[in-house]
């Protein structure tokens, strides 16, 4: 197998994950029976990549560092994500508010513990430093001076590098971080009536929605650039009542037209420079 077709699979992979759990998660079997369900489908996943892996053999040492430091947390992340998740809602009381959000916080605070027991290795990822990757992010290179992880010997040395792990479970806090801010915050859990909204409805095309939500998720503008796409078109539908079906699909279809490919967002841009106009006249 050469490079591309590798890349390839891989991004199909990735894809079809993603696809799965839209699915999962718009259904409305709660959200523990969608967690399992999510981490079948995650660990089926892995398994598909770790074979993809061992049929191909890496050009260089920057391939293989891209694919411990990028590709694989991704996958790895989503799966600690809904275990995580999993745990916190399975083993949740059955009380009253205040004692509900003392939980939540708790599960927050164990977070901050694991940012402070590896702040430095943060730090180094946070920045997008690269002067140690070749012994972060390459196998069989383990530096016995560095900290590592107490498991690392049940890990699987094929798969597996000294700090890939701290990136999963990096990815996955960040997620995490957010789901327990939403639940600590969220009106209706508090125990107080949230102020009453008129209902919003998207009523452009959808198509123009998905090209709006791809732009703003590539410019990184959902918690820091760290929301998954998977999440913010699952916020969107839930927020407009609106079902954007196969936006993977949409975007296909996007780049098959021959010209101005991001209509909509020319016309906001149109309109808003027209607005600005009109107010300086």
């Not at 998660?25 to 398994?47: F, H, K, P, Q």
């Not at 790895?76 to 998740?85: N, T, V």
Request: hydrophobic residues 35%; aromatic residues 14%.
């Amino acid at each position: 197998m050469n490079g591309k077709n590798f890349r390839k699979k891989i991004d199909q992979l990735w894809i079809e994950l993603n696809n799965a759990v839209d699915q999962i998660n718009r259904s409305n079997n709660g959200i523990v029976s969608c967690a399992e369900e999510i981490l079948m489908e995650t660990d089926s996943a892995i398994r598909q990549l770790k074979e993809l892996l061992r049929s191909y053999q890496f050009t260089d040492w920057s391939e293989e560092i891209y694919f411990f430091k990028t590709i694989k947390p991704k996958f790895i992340s989503l799966y600690i994500y809904y275990a995580k998740i999993l745990s916190i809602e399975s083993s949740r009381p059955y009380s009253d508010p205040e004692v509900l959000k003392s939980y939540y916080q708790n599960e927050r605070a164990n977070l901050l513990h694991f940012y402070n027991e590896h702040k430095d290795f943060m730090t180094y990822y946070r920045r997008k430093s690269t002067y140690l990757d070749k012994k972060y992010f390459v196998r069989f290179k383990f530096d016995f001076k560095l900290k590592l992880s107490p498991e690392l010997y049940s890990y699987d040395e094929e798969f597996s590098t000294s700090h890939d792990h701290l990136v999963s479970q990096i990815l996955a806090n960040d997620l995490l971080e957010q789901f327990l801010a939403d639940k600590i915050n969220s009106g209706d859990y508090l125990g107080h009536s949230p102020e009453t909204v008129k209902s919003i409805e998207w009523t452009a095309p959808k198509v123009a929605l998905t090209e709006l939500l791809y732009a703003l998720h590539l410019t990184k503008c959902f918690n820091g650039g760290h929301a998954d796409l998977a999440e913010i078109f699952r916020w969107a539908e839930s927020s407009m009542n609106i079902n954007l079906g196969n936006y993977h699909k949409t975007l296909a279809e996007l780049r098959l037209r021959k010209t101005d490919r991001s209509k909509f967002l020319s016309l906001l841009q149109q309109n808003f420079n027209q607005y600005l106009d009109d107010l300086d006249s």
